[in-house]
């Protein structure tokens, strides 16, 4: 089966910058998309087609993908930023299997 | 504004079948990749499947022998059924809307639905 590995966790002060990564075989020809999720709320799309931000998503959010790694960036990470965040995309063989990396927990403080 | 609101049970027994609807509002519902996403306790997002209203599925393989998402255009809602449920099923279920991607197919997801906790014990 199709997998996305993220990096468990990461931890900035506020106003550094977060790097979170996700890699994955098939992303040189498959989109990745980014979801914030905090405990309580719904997932909420930061993230997609690799580098584009959805309308009323600061622009602290930026994505960028190169061969089988995608990577989310955060700059100037405010404490409001903390959360949990997924990477999302699918495999590039005939199944198309679509998965969600393991997430990654960042920590502002 | 779209707005995507799930409803059904929130406790099961074990070996029963999980029902669950999405209802679309503000939005047509044609044209998506309907989707469902669960959330178990202390754990990721899961993604559990999709259907497309062009006629299309496309189910997490770990789920596809006893998932089926169906979809009414004419009332706007979009179904979920999971069958033979076990604890391991326990979870929030969201609802989500997906997009084509620009180089065609699937491609993300860009409203959710509040979920429903669904509790499955005996």
């Known amino acids: 089966s199709y997998e996305l590995t993220q990096t468990p966790s990461v931890s900035v002060s506020p106003g550094q910058t977060a790097t979170i990564t996700c890699s994955g075989d098939?992303?040189?020809?498959?989109?990745a998309s980014w979801y914030q999720k905090k405990s309580g709320q719904a997932p909420i799309l930061v993230i997609y087609?690799?580098?584009k931000r959805p309308s009323g998503i600061p622009e602290r959010f930026s994505g960028s993908a190169s061969g089988t790694v995608a990577t989310l960036t955060i700059s100037g990470a405010q404490v409001e930023d903390e959360g949990d965040y997924y990477c999302?995309?699918?495999?590039?063989?005939?199944?198309?299997?679509?998965?969600f990396g393991g997430g990654t927990k960042v920590t502002v403080l | 504004q779209l707005q995507l609101q799930e409803s059904g049970p929130g406790l099961l027994k074990p070996s029963e079948t999980l029902s669950l609807t999405c209802t679309v509002s503000?939005?047509?519902?044609?044209?998506?990749?309907w989707s469902w996403i669960r959330q178990p306790p202390g754990k990721g997002l899961e993604w559990i499947g999709f259907?497309?209203?062009?006629?299309?599925?496309n189910y997490n393989p770990s789920l596809a022998s006893r998932l089926t998402i169906s979809g009414d255009t004419s009332m706007q809602q979009v179904s979920l059924s999971l069958t033979s449920v076990t604890t391991a099923d326990t979870a929030v279920y969201y609802c989500?809307?997906?997009?084509?991607?620009?180089?065609?197919?699937?491609?993300?997801?860009?409203?959710w639905g509040q979920g429903i906790l669904v509790n499955v014990s005996s």
């Open positions: 989500a809307r997906g997009r084509r991607a620009d180089l065609g197919g699937f491609g993300h997801l860009d409203h």
């Open positions: 087609e690799d580098d």
């Open positions: 259907v497309y209203f062009g006629g299309s599925t």
């Open positions: 098939a992303l040189p020809k498959k989109y």
């Open positions: 999302f995309s699918m495999d590039s063989g005939g199944v198309h299997e679509v998965v």
């Open positions: 503000g939005g047509p519902v044609s044209s998506f990749y």
